[in-house]
């Protein structure tokens, strides 16, 4: 038996004026998930626990089997843990986004943010923005005074790493949730060593405004990766071992180091493509040919991931979210299900959105999302001929404790 998760991150969302009323599920042409709904067990689920911020890292902790509530330490640590980061106690870690701030005259702190990514900035030009960055003289210096050290990503996520700092009573803020807004409310507070943060973040916008990365950006049409942005703060987090506890070897394929950190933190193997971006412009067949490969190979589990839908959603592209739903069904889990009948073994898939992501405010929502829950071996299933949407998963089971579900896949 092979056991295998798909994650379509952001996917589901809430009704959407501008496509008529429907959620971009509704909306988009999903044949291959609709079926798998129609035969298998259709309903929804709470992945972040209420009281507790909805984000990848707590609903991709709850998919894994792990609840939030007890494991959760912050989201960075989980995402240097994927970049090859090890935290000692008293280690801090955060999540360094690079950010695009509005042009103009206004000081630092009356710019709005206008994209949590640096306008989705690509792999070779973030890692030469930030080497750049660190390679300045005044900025070193407020990052030796601060006790802070950098981990670069070939993307807009980067980890910084403080030691032996006090952050108790830190308020740092994910920059997704408040794209077009004025940063100046939304700056990290709350503790003294908040001030160090600012300091730098301002002091990077000095550097990296006028950077002839950005000018090109800017000529080209782009928005440009002028900013850094300190969030998900955290400390060293442990997991229980994933094969000890549910008897499975297993691997996780995702373009984001968050869920690279989750895996590697529950024991178990984490890989990408050349071409897993974590934008609309992934390689979708070739990780899903990558995930056949690996359970070819004898494992017994793993994990698709796919970033898009949620990208797009902070983007504010629905146009591209719905792309994302479509070519995850038709590109991805298509070619997933025709490869698991070909290999010839019983197979279990679960599917579902992380969390939502509104297309209304371009930030996460914690509110239950629809699964399915797929048996090759039974054609019939309970889904009573419902698509995958959100309302129609309302209509089956509900399950409240989103880190019990993984239970309900490894049922035979």
Known sequence: MKYVIVIGDGMADNPVPELGGKTPLEYSNIPVMDMLAQKGE??????VPEGLAPGSDTAILS??????????????????????????????????????????????RDRKILSHSGGSIEGESAIALMKDLL??????????????????????RHIALQKGVDIRGLVAIPPHDHLGEVIG???????????????????????LDRHPINEARRAEGKLPANGIWFWAEGTAI????????????????????????IGALAGLKYATVPGATGELDT????????????????????VLHIEAPDECTHNGDTEGKIQAIEWLDSRCIARLVEGLDKQGEDYRLLILSDHKTLTSTRGH??????????????????????????????????????????EGLFAI
Not at 243 to 252: N, Q, S
Request: hydrophobic content about 40%; aromatic content about 10%; proline content about 5%.
């Open 42 to 47: 259709l309903g929804s689920v709470r992945t």
């Open 283 to 302: 390689d979708y067949e070739g990780k899903t040919d990558a995930v056949l490969e690996g359970l070819a190979a004898g494992a017994d589990f793993a």
């Open 185 to 207: 409310g939304y700056l990290p507070g709350g503790c003294a060593m908040a001030a160090g943060l600012v300091e730098m973040m301002e002091l990077a916008h000095e550097i």
């Open 238 to 261: 442990a997991l229980p071992d994933f094969r000890a506890r549910h008897h499975k070897t297993g691997f996780v394929m995702s373009a984001v180091p968050l869920v690279w950190g």
């Open 135 to 156: 390679a300045d003289r005044r900025f070193q210096e407020s990052a030796a005074r601060n006790q802070m050290s950098f981990h670069l990503n070939p993307s807009f």
């Open 63 to 108: 998919i894994f089997g792990y609840d939030p509530r007890k494991y959760y330490s912050g989201r960075s640590p989980l995402e240097a843990a994927g970049s090859g980061v090890a935290l000692a106690d008293g280690d801090v870690s955060y999540r360094c986004n690079m950010v695009a701030l509005e042009d103009g005259d206004m000081p630092y």
């Open 365 to 406: 929502d914690g509110e239950p999302v629809p699964y399915i829950l797929y048996d090759s071996r039974n054609s019939a299933g309970s889904g009573g001929g419902l698509a995958y949407t959100e309302t129609e998963g309302e209509k089956g089971p509900f399950l409240a404790e989103g880190h019990e579900l993984i």
